[in-house]
């Protein structure tokens, strides 16, 4: 049995409002990844903390019938092999603009494995991958419009906050203007705008970490 869970909740930024409109999904799925039909439900240790959230979420209108709830990541039918081991077996997903997902489950049930795949790291073997109705499944990850933070953060120790924030739009030849005015912006939504001339051996792992995920915003991609 795999589940996965997301939240999705509106923009204008990644900070949670008590006022915002959010919608909590549980979905539960069968060994061979197909979603089991008419359930929803959970497993946990603490059960009360899932039935907490949930009284507090309000009930959202049917996603169908929302225009701007349509599909803009799409998986259908990915199959990812290493050898004989079938990593990701046949997993079809389709996750909304604006929708914050997430993919819980044990160690070794593929969810590192679906996310490269997304990105472009490890090619699917069968089935497609599309982004905003474009198919992405054999394109390289620079074409994706794409950002991921990666678990062990991978920022630079010899650059500062700024350079490590700005490495990726330096990369695509952006002007100076427009990358300190991403930077900035990408670094006051986390809370480090004060933190831009350190190095990542000043910091704290919680202090890289969001240096990572501004990195990862200031690319403005389609999918984070």
């Known amino acids: 049995m795999a589940w996965s869970l997301w939240l999705r909740t509106p923009p204008p930024d990644l900070r949670p409002k008590p006022e915002s409109h959010a ?3 549980v979905r539960a799925s069968g060994a061979d990844g197909r979603p089991l039909p008419g359930e929803v439900r959970w497993a946990t ?53 604006q929708e914050f997902m997430v993919l819980l489950g044990p160690s070794g049930c593929g969810k590192t494995t679906l996310l490269r795949a997304i990105a472009g790291l490890g090619m699917a073997d069968e089935g497609r991958i599309s982004i905003a109705g474009r ?38 030849k952006m002007s100076k203007p427009e990358i300190e005015a991403r930077v900035k912006q990408a670094a006051a939504l986390l809370h480090i705008e004060q933190m831009l ?24 991609s389609q999918v984070l």
Do not use: C, W
């Open 45 to 97: 240790a603490r059960p009360e903390m899932l039935l907490h959230a949930a009284h507090r979420l309000r009930v959202p209108p049917d996603l169908a019938s929302d225009p701007e709830a349509q599909p803009f990541l799409r998986i259908q039918k990915v199959t990812k092999r290493f050898g004989d081991f079938v990593a990701v077996n046949d997993v079809s997903l389709t996750i909304t603009n």
């Open 197 to 220: 001339d350190r190095f990542p051996s000043k910091m704290s792992g919680g202090q890289r970490q969001r240096v990572a995920v501004a990195r990862a915003i200031a690319m403005q």
């Open 135 to 172: 198919d992405v499944t054999y394109l390289p990850p620079r074409d994706r419009r794409i950002s991921m933070v990666f678990q062990s953060y991978a920022i630079f120790p010899h650059m500062n906050v700024f350079d490590n924030i700005a490495f990726g739009l330096k990369m695509q």
């Open 23 to 25: 919608t909590l999904h």
